[in-house]
């Protein structure tokens, strides 16, 4: 049986398994340690019956007015893991948070462009494409800004998709 929790700090020592492939993001302990002090509420492990690390989703809350959002930062599942529906856990979390806790108009994330499976399985959970960001991935691969509307957007203003690419000099960052 897969348990979801909180991540804790321990579990930076015992994730590494998780981030083995090419298309994982890996980061620095103290962007790890950053994350898991400003927004413990979005960070969270999904953990075997052996106590193994299956998985995890890290992100935050940020933005002004209707540009209020959650952002996931990162979701991934050990190769071993997949196709067990953990990511769509994960990221359904991370939705409810950013919904019931911080009322939020919706939730964003980065893709590479390359990263099909990645890509449809955000189709199927909701999201879309609101604009491609050139060169987003080290200088070099395209990224998908896709998101989601939350039930505070009635509208859905915020999946409206842009006409036009970016560059990673046009995001808004807080």
Request: hydrophobic content about 35%; glycine content about 6%; aromatic content about 12%.
């Amino acid at each position: 049986m897969t348990t979801v929790r909180r991540f804790c700090c321990d579990d930076l020592l015992r994730f590494a398994n998780v981030n083995v492939d090419h298309l994982t993001e890996t980061f620095s302990m103290a962007f790890y340690m950053n994350y898991l002090a400003r927004w413990p509420d979005y960070f969270h492990v999904a953990e075997g019956p052996n106590k193994s690390i299956m998985g995890y989703i890290m992100g935050k809350v940020e933005g002004q007015g209707e540009s209020w959002h959650g952002h996931v930062t990162a979701v991934t599942v050990a190769p071993e893991y997949r196709r067990q529906q953990l990511a769509k856990k994960l990221m359904h979390i991370l939705e409810e948070i950013t919904d019931k806790t911080y009322n939020a108009y919706f939730v964003d994330l980065f893709v590479r462009a390359s990263n099909n499976p990645a890509i449809t399985m955000y189709e199927k959970l909701g999201y879309v494409v609101y604009r491609r960001v050139l060169k987003y991935y080290s200088g070099e691969e395209d990224g998908l800004d896709m998101r989601k509307a939350m039930p505070r957007d009635v509208e859905k203003k915020s999946v409206i998709p842009m006409k036009r690419a970016v560059t990673p000099e046009e995001l808004e960052y807080d």
